[in-house]
């Protein structure tokens, strides 16, 4: 008798999966079960483990894309230039119809949540709703300077800390990253700030330092102009259900852009997590999972999917 072919996954199955668009490979990794939600990591060029949230997992099917230039997913030719916005936007497209559901929710983290939010506003036929976590309507002076003000309240609330030196230096150093080993440094040098309390869970905090990986992104396009964003005018018009999530110590994109989120959205749900910084899914992870989940099981009559 002739072998019996052994059936190919299908692009929810459990684990990880890939396919090629615009001649770049795209992968993700699906873990969990139930409506479909679609996670997009930060940075940009942070590798996507971070964000994975087993809280989630237990209610939800969570999608986590390992964004093009980082991990296993391929580079631009124009690389590490090129990775804008829009075409993030359209591997997640490609994605979201690979997955073979009507519509799917979708959460961006921090640099993701731009990515996201720029989604929701061109793409919004494909999506239940969005969650846009510790992200900002703007990027360019008006947010470097928020974010410089919150840094320097950080650094007074922690002057004389041993290990406060350390964490401005790699803020200093922001600027003039190059490489995928700098950027990496960077990251694990600035995360004590990115908790509401880094120092106190150092336990916590540590193996989340060594685990961070990250690939060097510009953040300018195969043209090296910046893809500065102001999304203030487009939000206003935004109608699909839309969670934003803040973490009140976050120093990266505050409560002032959370609420401002909140205010151009119409009919956005704010949630404000009082004791976490800008890693609330680490933090406080059952108050963030209920909020999304919140925002799945009331958007479902609108089409929420399912695996």
């Known amino acids: 008798m002739g ?79 090129g990775y804008t916005r829009a075409r993030y936007s359209r591997f997640l497209r490609g994605l979201i119809a690979r997955l073979g559901v009507p519509r799917v929710h979708l959460l961006g983290h921090s640099h993701g949540a731009f990515v996201a939010a720029y989604h929701a506003l061109n793409h919004s036929d494909q999506l239940a709703g969005v969650v846009l976590y510790e992200g900002a309507p703007v990027t360019g002076p008006e947010h470097m300077e928020e974010a410089g003000r919150k840094v320097g309240e950080f650094a007074a609330r922690h002057a004389g800390h041993p290990g406060l030196p350390d964490v401005l230096a790699a803020f200093g150093a922001m600027s003039g990253i ?67 999530i803040v973490g009140r110590h976050d120093v990266i994109c505050g409560l002032r852009w959370g609420r401002e989120l909140h205010e151009l959205i119409p009919n956005s749900q704010l949630v404000v997590l009082e004791n976490s910084g800008h890693m609330g899914h680490m933090e406080e992870p059952e108050l963030f999972s209920h909020a999304v989940r919140d925002l799945v099981r009331q958007s479902s009559g609108d089409g929420g999917s399912t695996a």
């Open 178 to 244: 190059s490489s995928d080993e700098e950027i990496t440094a960077v990251a694990r040098g600035v995360l004590p700030s990115y908790f509401a309390d880094g120092w106190g869970n150092e336990a916590r905090l540590a193996p989340v330092r060594d685990a961070i990986r990250a690939t060097y992104i510009s953040g300018l396009d195969e043209s090296l102009s910046p893809d500065t964003i102001d999304d203030r005018a487009g939000l206003k018009e935004l109608r699909i259900p839309t969670l934003v």
């Open 3 to 81: 072998a019996t072919a052994t059936p190919t996954p299908g692009p929810l199955a459990p684990g990880t999966h890939s396919f090629t668009l615009e001649g770049v490979t795209q992968r993700y990794h699906v873990h969990g079960s139930g409506p479909v939600c679609v996670a997009h990591s930060g940075g940009p060029g942070i590798f996507w483990e971070y964000l994975r949230t087993p809280a989630l997992e237990e209610h939800l099917t969570m999608v986590y894309v390992e964004p093009i230039g980082t991990g296993e997913s391929g580079r631009l030719p124009s690389h590490p230039h």
